[in-house]
């Protein structure tokens, strides 16, 4: 995906692909920002943007954005990753929070399934947009975790009314947000390399840990683990937005969640 060849480029979109707050000052030595618009010193102009890849550091990239009931799900980053569908997840354009329509997973054994993401023992941050039909119920966000290879992996998911990050074996903990269903979250979690876990809801700082991601082979999941053995039962019933994962970590403070 790039950004337009002409028409109006402004800088809140900018920011928005570099994962910054829309009305954040792009400074002159933003490495990200230099490397999209292909100047590596000196003055950049809007002109430079033209046509440029989106978000370098962007390695999935699902919109949530396509025709109310189907499911030709796009990874949108560079990498253009196919995303198996499984169930009946699909497009729902009764519910967005960006762009025209969400993800909707109903429940009953339907996830979104792509390649491993290089995420073991790396900088990395994974976000989206959430609303469960059901705040109480146990269900998965994302999560590399899936028999046979569980230790060193990750989930997101949500737990009796609260959003929950986990680091097999048992490392992690709970969001402050006590979550009401039918609502729109957004969560993010980052990963520092050296073992640092956070966990953001609507862009505060509600969770910190220390634990090791460490296993590479698995597939990444979205809205469920089919399957395994100690959570395939954990399938994610409500909709999902502009889910994103990249290999930096996007936020290190409090933020405003992109609009």
Not at 22 to 37: D, P, V
Not at 49 to 55: G, L, V
Not at 80 to 103: A, E, F, L
Not at 187 to 214: D, Q, R
Request: charged share 10%.
């Amino acid at each position: 995906m790039t950004l337009q060849s002409s028409g109006p480029i402004d800088f809140g979109q900018i920011n928005v692909e570099l994962g910054l707050s829309a009305n954040t000052q792009i400074s002159l030595g933003n490495t990200n920002a230099r490397s999209l618009a292909g100047i590596s010193s000196g003055p950049i102009s809007m002109s430079n943007f033209y046509s440029k890849p989106i978000d370098v550091n962007t390695t999935l990239l699902l919109h949530g954005d396509g025709v109310n009931g189907a499911n030709n799900f796009t990874d949108s980053s560079s990498y253009n990753r196919v995303v198996s569908v499984g169930g009946n997840t699909k497009y729902d354009t009764s519910q967005s929070v960006i762009g025209t329509s969400s993800i909707y997973f109903d429940g009953s054994g339907g996830c979104l399934t792509t390649v491993p993401l290089g995420l073991a023992s790396a900088n990395f941050t994974v976000e989206c947009y959430v609303k469960t039909k059901n705040a109480a119920a146990t269900q998965i966000i994302a999560t590399t975790y899936h028999l046979p290879i569980q230790a060193g992996t990750f989930i997101i998911y949500i737990y009796g009314n609260k959003f929950i990050v986990t680091i097999d074996p048992g490392y992690g903990g709970s969001s402050i947000t006590t979550l009401a269903s039918n609502t729109w979250y957004h969560i993010a979690m980052t990963y520092v390399s050296n073992g640092t876990a956070k966990m953001y809801v609507n862009g505060k700082l509600e969770l910190t840990f220390s634990a090791s991601i460490y296993a590479q082979s698995n597939p990444f999941y979205i809205g469920g683990s089919p399957g395994d053995n100690n959570i395939g039962g954990w399938l994610f019933n409500g909709w999902i937005d502009e889910f994103r994962v990249s290999n930096i970590i996007r936020y290190t403070s409090n933020f405003i969640p992109p609009v």
